[in-house]
């Protein structure tokens, strides 16, 4: 399955960003998707992840609360909604899918490239 993530851009605190997943080549349905970052010189961090079959979600700490991450099967597509961001949410975001939904990035088989996200004060 390619994935490619799309949605990012320049945003002042407190504001709002929509993050898109699309997929291709496979159904997403049939896959876990999961939302992870980077910011320079830190590494790779999750941020949300989602089930395939149940929608169950999970969040880390430090998004819980202001982000929320979705899926539409019918077009193939995972979302991050983002409310509320600050400074420290600026990093590369990238999308990624796998069997199960986990906090764990080896648990993810498929990764898209990422979007900017620049959150300024």
């Known amino acids: 399955v390619q994935l490619q993530a799309s949605g990012g851009g320049l945003v002042q605190a407190g504001g709002s960003l929509r993050l898109s997943c699309a997929a291709s080549?496979?159904?997403?349905?049939?896959?876990?998707g999961g939302w992870f970052r980077q910011a320079p010189g830190k590494e790779r961090e999750f941020v949300a992840g989602i089930s395939w079959r149940s929608g169950n979600t999970i969040y880390a700490n430090s998004v819980k609360g202001r982000f929320t991450i979705s899926r539409d099967n019918a077009y193939n597509t995972v979302y991050l909604q983002m409310n509320s961001l600050k400074t420290e949410d600026t990093a590369n975001y990238c999308c990624?899918?796998?069997?199960?939904?986990?906090?764990?990035?080896?648990?993810?088989?498929?990764w898209g490239q990422g979007t900017q996200v620049t959150v300024s004060s």
């Open positions: 080549g496979r159904t997403f349905s049939r896959y876990a």
């Open positions: 990624a899918a796998g069997d199960r939904v986990k906090y764990d990035p080896l648990a993810y088989d498929y």
